[in-house]
């Protein structure tokens, strides 16, 4: 069964353009949760996606936003980027709902000069 | 902010040495999970425990859901050089509203090098 995966790898914007990235999950899994990951702060949680709807949404301003389709693909939108946006931003899919093991995608590399 | 305190910070060991790092919170835990990343990629999951006490075991990892829910460890037998790393726990926090099991909080992370 194929992974996680995610594009692109690699991404460089220049502050105040707008980015979109996407995850597709494992065959068979519902839900799709997204990460930022900076040396900085670490691993922390942005949003959750299962059926379409956004379930659980972390500590970010509202230039971050997501999106599920009824193939459980989901996609995150940066805009207005700020050089703080650059991170490895992670995805992740789970079975179900309630179902705590969580399998990572590769990650995008997101640069942002 | 971060909930789980995970430690060492990083180990230097040499290869065949045995390694233990843990995973401590203040807050009850009804499931940790712990993952390996290694450079540029995501993490990948190693083990996930479920129930209070149990003790699971992949191969040479082993690890350990504390009985009083608030703490995990995560041993390695045998070191080798592929064990490089950083090594995180993870769990999903309950809070008032009931667990958020897609809502996974991290430790700080374990950076492992093995010397040969």
């Known amino acids: 069964k194929a992974g996680v995966t995610q594009t692109p790898r690699y991404l460089i914007k220049t502050r105040g353009q707008q980015v979109t990235l996407s995850c597709s999950p494992i065959s068979g899994h519902r839900s799709v949760s997204w990460y930022q990951q900076t040396p900085g702060q670490g691993l922390q949680f942005l949003f959750e996606?299962?059926?379409?709807?956004?379930?659980n949404k972390g500590n970010f301003p509202g230039r971050f936003s997501g999106r599920q389709f009824s193939n459980s693909r989901s996609e995150m939108n940066v805009s207005t980027l700020e050089l703080g946006d650059s991170a490895l931003y992670l995805c992740?899919?789970?079975?179900?709902?309630?179902?705590?093991?969580?399998?990572f995608g590769p990650g995008t590399r997101l640069t942002v000069t | 902010g971060q909930q789980l305190n995970q430690s060492p910070q990083s180990m230097f060991i040499q290869e065949g040495e045995d390694v233990s790092m843990n995973c401590t919170s203040s807050?009850?835990?009804?499931?940790w999970l712990w993952y390996k990343q290694d450079p540029g990629e995501g993490p990948v999951l190693l083990i996930a425990?479920?129930?209070?006490?149990e003790l699971t075991s992949n191969g040479r990892l082993t690890a350990q859901f504390g009985i009083t829910r608030k703490d995990s460890f995560l041993n390695i037998s045998a070191s080798i050089p592929s064990d490089v790393g950083i090594y995180f726990c993870a769990g999903p926090l309950p809070n008032a509203g009931g667990t958020s099991y897609g809502k996974l909080t991290f430790g700080q992370g374990t950076i492992l090098t093995v010397h040969p």
């Open positions: 425990l479920y129930k209070a006490g």
């Open positions: 992740a899919s789970s079975q179900d709902l309630g179902y705590g093991e969580q399998y």
């Open positions: 807050s009850i835990f009804n499931t």
């Open positions: 996606y299962f059926s379409e709807t956004q379930r």
